[in-house]
């Protein structure tokens, strides 16, 4: 493979996800840690790739000129003013960093990042890298599996202010640090809601994530399956049965398809754009109308809107996420808010569009 066409998958990568690890493309491109390297010294070099720990992240600005510079804050100001943000290498955190550094910006701050790659083992590392780096505060999105209350005890000893954010602590226990997440049980709350108020009593669920945002997901939809009094008996299909990986294994949508048809299932909420995406595209094929036979709900909506027909969808804001995370920590460092951790749910919105009608016998 030549560079340029290397080059070009890896940005055409990033531009997918928001952010690239090494790791990652060594074993997508089949080439050695030093030529993937090679490659996003260049894509750094050219502005359109920012280098962070164990890969790059797309520029934010990659699409436009830059901005003229703007007088910046004394350096003792600004080391004061860093904001430390560890998040996963997915496109979705990208939307939360871009509103983390528009708050860090507007105070004369900056912003120092690191990606984890769902890694529970290598967190608490970064965290520390981190703190040792100079943060004054953390904004952190662990991978939180289970419900392990210990799962983030070594957060306990951080030195520095920490936010979660798109979590919650594990377990049943109260949460020791302040978060802010999207209100995901209610995103899918609005969206069963429209679905039983065009008389769907039969709405299934595919969630192939193992994130906690996925959990939430499962849990809104489960609670709305009770609450409305739709019917339980339908499938509710994890990546324990179709694999968590970026791609479906051959004949997964077909097998999915297959089940809801068999089950009388008249609706279908999707976890999340990409994966709705997979399904409508191979409803067609598989003698399934969009909407008149199956109503679909994508639960992202970074996609949705340019699928043929657009899909309905639940968006998260997921830059208003990053934007009052920010904040939450900027007072937590300048002492405002005390010792209490504080709690924020932002609601997501649900986009009616074209995937969603009437069950075809209502």
Not at 158 to 171: C, F, M, Q, T, Y
Request: glycine share 10%; aromatic share 2%; with cysteine.
């Amino acid at each position: 493979m030549l560079a340029a066409e290397r080059r070009s998958r890896i940005l055409e990568s990033a531009q997918r996800e928001g952010a690239v690890r090494v790791s990652q493309l060594v074993g997508e491109l089949g080439v050695s840690h030093v030529t993937i390297r090679r490659d996003l010294e260049a894509l750094i070099h050219d502005g359109v790739l920012e280098k962070v720990r164990g890969g790059a992240m797309l520029r934010q600005s990659a699409a436009a000129e830059p901005a003229p510079p703007q007088p910046g804050p004394a350096p003792a100001q600004r080391t004061q003013r860093t904001l430390g943000v560890l998040i996963p290498a997915a496109y979705y955190f990208r939307h939360v960093v871009d509103g983390i550094r528009s708050v860090a910006g507007s105070t004369g701050g900056d912003v120092r990042l690191l990606l984890s790659n769902y890694d529970q083992a290598e967190e608490p590392a970064l965290v520390r890298e981190l703190v040792s780096s100079g943060c004054a505060g953390l904004l952190l999105a662990p991978s939180v599996g289970g419900d392990d209350p210990e799962a983030l005890a070594y957060l306990d000893d951080v030195p520095v202010p920490a936010v979660l954010i798109e979590r919650a602590a594990p377990g049943e226990e109260l949460g020791r640090l302040s978060t802010v997440r999207s209100a995901h049980e209610r995103g899918v709350a609005s969206a069963m809601r429209h679905l039983r108020d065009l008389g769907h009593t039969r709405v299934a669920l595919v969630s192939r994530g193992e994130s906690q945002s996925a959990a939430f997901v499962r849990r809104g939809w489960a609670d709305a399956v009770a609450r409305h009094g739709m019917n339980p008996d339908v499938p509710n299909i994890t990546g324990e049965r179709l694999g968590t990986g970026p791609t479906w294994e051959p004949g997964g949508p077909a097998s999915v398809l297959d089940e809801l048809s068999a089950a009388g299932v008249t609706a279908l909420l999707c976890h999340g754009d990409e994966d709705a995406l997979v399904l409508l595209q191979h409803a067609r094929g598989h003698g399934l109308s969009i909407p008149e036979d199956l109503s679909l709900v994508a639960y992202d909506d970074e996609l949705a809107g340019l699928a043929d027909p657009p899909l309905t969808a639940v968006a998260p804001h997921k830059e208003q996420v990053g934007m009052v995370a920010a904040r939450l920590l900027l007072d937590l460092i300048a002492g405002h808010l005390g010792q209490t951790p504080v709690h924020i749910q932002i609601e997501p919105q649900l986009h009616v569009r074209r995937t969603t009608a009437r069950p075809r016998n209502a």
